[in-house]
């Protein structure tokens, strides 16, 4: 079973906006880590957040991680087209295993 | 230039047939991974390796086997007994397997 779920599954915003994408998990982490997946390619690492940290920012990224809830947010602020790309939530178990969530599919119309 | 890569990008295995991934890193990453990716379903574990000459099962393990005899490779095979090896297959490496993952470009198979 896969131990991240992302939310929603897909997300469509005017181009400037925010976007908001939500990750839940279910057991006890080392981190957390956001990636971007343009389609048909590789994931690209964009943060990660270690489990004594609450916020991390990179550029118009911004992570929250809330581990008594067991739940992350990644916003983008002021989205442009390129940012287009579905994004995935992946957690570093305590056996060093990294499992991802389904992801959420991202679309901003310029 | 550091990185890391698979090939081939695009595999074609007729059915009852072996075929292997390949998966080459030169980060000097000590953590490897694979993964499988059918649409809707994000990335699932297949196998994971900490060091060389060490492996572990993934959620997703059977009908696949690896191995970790240099620290750069970490060749997959897919067997004739995984029964829907059609897939978009990943691989991955970080240092430590504490730190941010680095991913090839992927290898698409097709059973034929």
């Known amino acids: 079973s896969q131990q991240g779920e992302e939310d929603p599954q897909a997300l469509s915003i005017q181009e400037g906006e925010n976007a908001t994408m939500n990750c839940s998990y279910k057991?006890?982490?080392?981190?957390l880590q956001w990636y971007r997946q343009n389609s048909g390619r590789g994931l690209v690492h964009l943060i990660l957040?270690?489990?004594?940290?609450r916020e991390k920012h990179s550029g118009r990224l911004r992570v929250t991680l809330d581990t008594s809830k067991k739940s992350s947010s990644l916003l983008i602020t002021a989205s442009r087209a390129a940012d287009t790309a579905s994004y995935f939530c992946?957690?570093?178990?305590?056996?060093?295993?990294?499992?991802f969530g389904k992801g959420t599919k991202l679309s901003v119309i310029p | 230039d550091g990185g890391i890569t698979q090939s081939p990008k695009y595999l074609f295995r007729k059915e009852g047939q072996n075929v292997t991934l390949s998966c080459e890193q030169n980060?000097?990453?000590?953590?490897m991974y694979w993964y499988r990716q059918d649409p809707g379903q994000g990335l699932r574990l297949i196998y994971y390796?900490?060091?060389?000459?060490?492996?572990q099962k993934g959620d997703i393990a059977e009908g696949y086997s690896v191995s970790r005899e240099k620290k750069e490779s970490f060749p997959l095979t897919v067997t004739s007994a995984q029964k829907n090896p059609t897939a978009f297959y990943l691989c991955?490496?970080?240092?430590?397997?504490?730190?941010?993952?680095?991913f090839g470009q992927g290898t698409r198979l097709t059973v034929v």
């Open positions: 991955a490496s970080s240092h430590k397997g504490d730190t941010e993952a680095f």
């Open positions: 057991t006890s982490i080392n981190n």
């Open positions: 957040i270690r489990s004594n940290e």
């Open positions: 992946a957690t570093l178990l305590q056996s060093y295993q990294l499992t």
């Open positions: 980060l000097n990453h000590d953590a």
């Open positions: 390796s900490q060091i060389v000459n060490d492996f």
